[in-house]
T-cell receptor, first 117, second 117 residues
């Protein structure tokens, strides 16, 4: 069974540009989560999509946005890039947000390393 | 609010020995899940083990076991028979199961484990 995939693996942008990151969840998973891992700031929750809808977002400005497609894949868009947006962006998927046991587990992709110059 | 505390920034262990990585948490949820992830230098977060707050027995997954003490709000990871490939960052995380707004994972700051030959 294929795991969570993310593209691209690396992305270099300049300040003010827009970045688009993509994520494909594990087959059958309907929830997709985005996290940012910046140096010195740890892992921070960005966005959660479930069945095509944004369910919750973390403490990030509106220039961080995204969407989930009918096939449950997801896109994260970062507008007006700033230097501090340089980070590893991790996508995770889970089976059922109402489930218990192992169904609650979020499985992560390899991440996209975004560098803003 | 949820909070995860990992007080060991770095740990050393000799190959084939056991090691315990500490994790304490704070939450107002009655029902929650606790997770441990491993992050090698490649960046991908690898799920290791899960413990539900409603589980009466401590979780085990191969060489990994979770020492769950609910009253003390601790969920320490025990790795038995350490291997060189265990060298990585280890993150403790949790998510609530009651409030839709807290389905995302809250992570600790991590512990860097180095296994020495």
């Amino acid at each position: 069974e294929a795991g969570v995939t993310q593209s691209p693996t690396h992305l270099i942008k300049t300040r003010g540009q827009q970045a688009t990151l993509r994520c494909s969840p594990i087959s059958g998973h309907t929830s997709v989560y985005w996290y940012q891992q910046a140096l010195g700031l740890g892992l921070q929750f960005l966005l959660w999509y479930d069945e095509g809808e944004e369910r919750n977002r973390g403490n990030f400005p509106p220039r961080f946005s995204g969407r989930q497609f009918p096939n449950y894949s997801s896109e994260l868009n970062v507008n007006a890039l700033e230097l501090e947006d340089s980070a590893l962006y991790l996508c995770a998927s889970s089976l059922d947000r109402r489930g218990r046991g192992r169904q609650e587990t979020q499985y992560f992709g390899p991440g996209t390393r975004l560098l803003v110059l | 609010a949820q909070k995860i505390t990992q007080t060991q920034p770095g740990m050393f262990v000799q190959e084939k020995e056991a090691v315990t990585l500490d994790c304490t948490y704070d939450t107002s949820d009655q029902s929650y899940g606790l997770f441990w992830y491993k992050q090698p230098s490649s960046g991908e977060m690898i799920f290791l083990i899960y413990q539900g707050s409603y589980d009466e027995q401590n979780a085990t997954e191969g060489r990994y076991s979770l020492n769950f003490q609910k009253a003390r709000k601790s969920a320490n990871l025990v790795i038995s028979a350490s291997q060189l490939g265990d060298s990585a960052m280890y993150f403790c995380a949790m998510r609530g199961l009651e409030d839709t707004g807290r389905r995302a994972l809250t992570f600790g700051s991590g512990t860097r484990l180095q296994v020495q030959p």
